[in-house]
């Protein structure tokens, strides 16, 4: 199968290489390609990649996948930028965040009948926003950069933020075979390694004696994202907390690192992004979106959308001077992403009663979002076309 999956990778990649050019100006998007690619090559349509998300490899490429997002992620969120403009993304963070969680739990529990526990765990699996995809937004030279900066942090955070939410859900729920007070060690321990294990590459670096050279500095960035992957396979550290967390040690004591990893990482991020975006479309079949979800989950689904994000950032943004248009494009554009898909994925190996149905209803709000989201990108920057540069805050 894996000979399979990376032909099939590679002529998909191909194609979105080729055609990014166009996408970039209209509603096309890799995403959706490799979304579709994989829909139409895995067991609902043609069976070239036949997988199941107890499939290895679906697990291996998830941990990666995410690991990789969230070391990018934080790397690119370095304490000093956070003081400079924390305003408006904090109010996205520290209040819509929870808004997002709290209004999808409520979807869930009066549309689809779920538990309360239940319903605040798949609120917490669906509340982050993906950083890749709305970077199709955030890049985009229509966009006023205050509004380019919000969403960048906003997405940029919310990742991590909303982890250890989803594990301390899943270990009080009974689905994750693991106590408080193992998970609280596994937390704090991959806190410890994310921070420890860059600062002292970063002293180390710094000695006289072991300056690496300008073409080898990307991979002292490198070499840290694999000490901290290793060492938390080791020792049983969170890998993802760990990656973030390191990913902001490294922005905040080693800026220039950041800088001279900031092209590499960003690609090794999409490539990973989209092999993964290829295997979750792979577990995509007809029977799994007709005939295993109910119309309460596509009416849930749906809201969860158009509904939880837009009106919890709506309250956030009560009160600040941020134009109206810059106000709906942040609350419509918050595509949920791999890092929903994995979350979703730890509830489904943890196992427990509504762990399939959880899964079920994460898979479909990330497919109406990634073709609703990666659709409208463009269409949302132009907007923004007649407008002249606003001042930065």
């Known amino acids: 199968m894996v000979p399979i999956l990376t032909l099939a990778f590679a002529g998909l990649l191909l194609v979105g290489v080729l055609i990014s050019e166009r996408a970039s100006r209209t509603v096309l998007s890799t995403a959706v390609l490799f979304l579709v690619g994989g829909f139409v090559l895995g067991n609902g349509v043609l069976g070239v990649i036949p997988m199941d998300s107890n499939d290895p490899v679906v697990g291996i490429l998830a941990q990666l996948a995410l690991f990789s997002i969230l070391f990018t992620d934080g790397m690119k969120i370095g304490l000093a930028d956070l003081r400079n403009a924390w305003r408006l993304p904090g109010r996205a963070l520290l209040l819509g965040l ?3 969680l709290i209004i999808t739990a409520v979807l869930a529990h009066y549309i689809v009948g779920l538990p309360w526990l239940e319903c605040f765990l798949l609120g917490a699996v669906l ?38 939410v989803v594990l301390v859900l899943l270990a009080v729920s009974g689905g994750k075979d693991v106590g408080i007070g193992v998970l609280a060690e596994e937390i704090a321990l991959g806190l410890l390694v994310g921070v420890l294990v860059p600062l002292v590459v970063v002293w180390l670096e710094r000695q ?92 849930f689904a749906v809201l969860a959308i158009v509904v ?27 595509p949920k992403g791999f890092a929903s898909v994995v979350y979703g994925l730890l509830v489904l190996q943890a196992g427990g009663e509504y762990s399939n149905e959880i899964f079920h209803l994460v898979a479909l709000v990330i497919v109406l979002s990634i073709l609703a989201h990666s659709s409208t990108d463009v269409l949302v920057a132009k907007q923004f076309e007649s407008e002249p540069p606003p001042p930065s805050s």
Do not use: Y
């Open 127 to 164: 509340a982050p926003t993906d950083p890749v995809f709305a970077a199709a937004l955030v890049g985009h030279r229509n966009v006023p950069r205050r509004l380019s900066h919000l969403l960048n942090v906003e997405s940029g955070l919310n990742d991590g933020l909303a982890l250890p």
């Open 308 to 334: 939880a994000r837009p009106l919890a950032l709506l309250v956030s943004f009560m009160g600040t001077q941020l134009p109206r248009r810059e106000q709906l494009a942040a609350m419509w554009f918050g």
């Open 208 to 299: 006289p004696f072991l300056n690496a050279t300008k073409g080898l500095q990307p991979l002292v960035a490198v070499s840290i994202g694999l000490l901290v992957l290793s060492i938390c396979l080791v020792t049983g550290a969170n890998l993802f907390l760990a990656a973030f967390s390191a990913g902001i040690t490294v922005a905040t004591a080693g800026p220039g690192f950041r800088a001279e990893f900031e092209q590499f990482g960003e690609l090794v991020s999409e490539l990973l992004k989209l092999a993964a975006v290829l295997v979750f479309g792979a577990l995509i079949t007809p029977a799994f979106l007709f005939g295993q979800i109910s119309w309460t989950g596509w009416v």
């Open 98 to 100: 929870p808004l997002t």
